[in-house]
Structures are given as C-alpha cells and as structure tokens.
C-alpha cells in the first residue's frame, strides 16, 4: 500500500505541474492535427488503391495519428526528467523515503493521462473531418487504451535514456533519431499491403504499429484475437520498460 500511496503522490505532484501550462495540450497537438488535416486531404484517394479496407482514408489515418500522438508524448518525456536533474530536484526526492518506482511510474502516469485527453481531442476532429470507427464505443476505447500504453512503453524508455545519458542535447537526438523512423516503419499512413516487403517485415515487430493495430480493430468485427495479443504485448513492453527506468533510476542514485 506504501508504494501505491507513493505512486498517487507523485502522479498527483506532475499533475498539479501539468495544470499550471495547459497550453501544453494545445501546441503538442498542433503537428498531429496537421497531419490529420493535411495528410487526410491530399492523401483522400488512395484508399482506391487494392489493399485498403476501408473507402475513407480519413477513417483510416484517425487511429494513427492518435497513437502517434500518444508517442511523441512519451518519446519526449525524458526532457523532463534531465530539468529535474539540472535542477536538483531528483535529488532531493532520492534522499527522501519515496518508493523509487514511484519517480518513474507517477511521471509515467501522468503523461498517460495527458495522453487520453489528446486522444480524445484527436477523435472529436477526426469525426468531424469525417472518419467514421465502425467498432463504436468499443473501439474508442481500445484506441485510448493503446494509446495509453504506447506512451507508457516509450515514456519509460525515455526517462531511462534521459537517466543514463543525463544530458538534454543528448536525449533529443535519441528521440529524433527513433520517433520518426519507427512512425514511417508502421501502417499509421499506409496499408501494409501497399508497403514494400522489407518495410512490411519491420512492422511487424514495431510496437507502434502493433498500436495502431488494436486501436483499429473492431470487437464487434471479430477481432478479439487481435485485440488480446497486441494489447498483452503492449502491455508486457510497458512493464518491462518500468523496470529498465526503474533499474537506470537506481544506478543513478549509486554513481551519487
């Protein structure tokens, strides 16, 4: 109960930050919203293509662009983490008696919950621009639910890398380095099908596209198989990067 007490603690201290810029919300938002404005309009016509499932492009980029969101949410998340090196305030939590995973986890929490808020706003524009989610109710919820887990799985890589590297310079290039690549080696913009071989391959073993997979499965289509074995996955790959941030947490409290 400890480590639990600890963790809303520290969930509630990032959120209480949070509150203090919500304009933060608007301008993470203003990339995903061109490509989904953007994207959605000059690209409308290929879902001609063989290979698509879907007669509206605008149905098909939606769920994309909110996991995509979702990660470069999580991918810059160690930026916070070296401010709070720089400026000592890491430090003055590691000599208190907080549960260290609580460092990790409530930041990591609180970006997912920044994240539900940009899904949601994500998905109002899409319909409004017309995507249509077939799966209804259900399906929003599982393209939230990846959206959440996304970010968990990479906010926590980030905070490990920020960790380990402890340099701000250092932690942009490695986000820049992979958040880019790992959208582009996914279905967020085009059907596998249409993709070459090679890329295809690399697709499959790219957590995000096995999120944007879920978020566009359809429950009520059958897809229940899909849905247990990409969310059981995503769900694995956020608990082991906790533990990576949390272990990388702990070797930084020992070099002290």
Partial sequence: MTSLAHTWHMTG????????????????????????????ALFKRVVELPGF?????????????VVMSALFSGGWLG??????LERGVLDRFLVSPVWRGALIIGRVLQTALVTVIQSLILIGLGLLVGARFAGGAAQL???IAAA???????????CAVALALRKEESIIG?????L???????????????????????????????????????????DGSLLLSRGVALLALAAVATWLATRALRAYQ???
């Fill in 53 to 65: 499932a879907t007669t509206s492009y605008v149905t098909y980029l939606t769920p994309g662009i």
């Fill in 174 to 178: 490695v986000v820049q380095f992979l």
């Fill in 254 to 256: 020992r070099s002290l």
């Fill in 79 to 84: 930026v916070s983490v070296i401010t709070d």
């Fill in 13 to 40: 201290r990032h959120l209480r930050n949070f509150s203090r810029q919500p304009w933060y919300i608007a301008f993470s938002l203003v990339q995903p919203v061109i490509y989904l404005l953007l994207f959605g």
């Fill in 148 to 158: 959440m887990l996304l970010t968990a799985i990479f906010g926590a890589l980030s």
């Fill in 141 to 143: 919820v599982a393209l």
């Fill in 180 to 222: 880019l690549p790992l959208t582009f080696l996914s279905s967020v913009f085009m059907a596998p099908a249409l993709m070459p071989g090679w890329m295809r391959q690399l697709a499959r073993v790219n957590p995000l596209n096995w999120a944007v997979e879920l978020g566009r499965a359809q429950p009520t289509a059958g």
